[in-house]
């Protein structure tokens, strides 16, 4: 089945430098990929999703890139911000549902 | 207006008893999941009903007893609680299945 990874437990970055986080998945039959941010003790919330047609799609302050020849993704947040401080995940289709992977705490210093 | 909800928030119980999450969207949507976050967050699919229908069981205990009285609501009965079963449980929903799913705030289980 699909299996969805992310790169680092925990990425520390300074308010205002840009964040790269990453994620790996196994399946190249995989077309859709979700990007969540959750905050502690709220359930996950939607960021950004891209399609495998897609090598990048960009939203406010967000964008995702996908690779398919290394089966990669990643999500880049501009600006980084305070409030982004949360733990994000990646998520890929699961039989009718999805996989999350294992999360990266994303912490933001001032 | 919140989109998914859940209740309660926090649910703290014994091992051996019977307890119910509840949950409900208001979106419109057609799918609903249950999800068990562990606590190194781990986010796993529990089930899935479409249009009140199962249409994913991942090979949870048959404690585990989902029922979806109609697309709006689909909650989570727990038989026998047992200390593994703590965890945070989330609800989701779909427009359909494969689609971009919104979860709930989350229930809290503490079993001792």
């Known amino acids: 089945g699909e299996s969805v990874g992310l790169h680092l437990p925990t990425l520390s970055v300074q308010e205002g430098d840009n964040s790269i986080i990453n994620c790996a998945y196994s399946?190249?039959?995989?077309?859709?990929f979700i990007w969540y941010k959750q905050e502690s003790g709220k359930g996950p919330q939607f960021i950004i999703d891209?399609?495998?047609?897609?090598d990048k799609r960009q939203g406010q302050r967000v964008t995702v890139l996908l690779n398919k020849t290394v089966k990669h993704l990643s999500l880049q947040i501009a600006a980084t911000q305070p409030g982004d401080s949360a733990v994000y995940f990646c998520?890929?289709?699961?039989?009718?549902?999805?996989?999350f992977g294992s999360g990266t705490r994303l912490q933001v210093q001032p | 207006d919140t989109a998914v909800s859940q209740t309660p928030k926090y649910l703290v119980t014994q091992m051996g008893n019977d307890k119910s999450i509840k949950c409900e969207q208001n979106?419109?949507?057609?799918?609903m999941y249950w999800y068990k976050q562990d606590s190194k967050k781990f986010l796993k699919i529990m089930f899935s009903?479409?249009?009140?229908?199962?249409?994913i069981n991942e090979t949870v205990p048959n404690r585990f007893s989902p029922k979806s009285p109609d697309k709006a609501h689909l909650n989570l009965h727990i038989n026998s609680l047992e200390l593994g079963d703590s965890a945070v449980y989330f609800c989701?929903?779909?427009?359909?299945?494969?689609?971009?799913?919104?979860f709930g705030p989350g229930t809290r289980l503490l079993v001792l």
């Open positions: 891209i399609r495998s047609n897609m």
């Open positions: 998520a890929g289709p699961y039989k009718r549902a999805l996989t």
């Open positions: 979106l419109g949507h057609d799918t």
């Open positions: 399946n190249s039959a995989s077309d859709y």
């Open positions: 989701a929903s779909s427009r359909q299945s494969l689609e971009t799913q919104y």
């Open positions: 009903y479409n249009n009140k229908e199962l249409i």
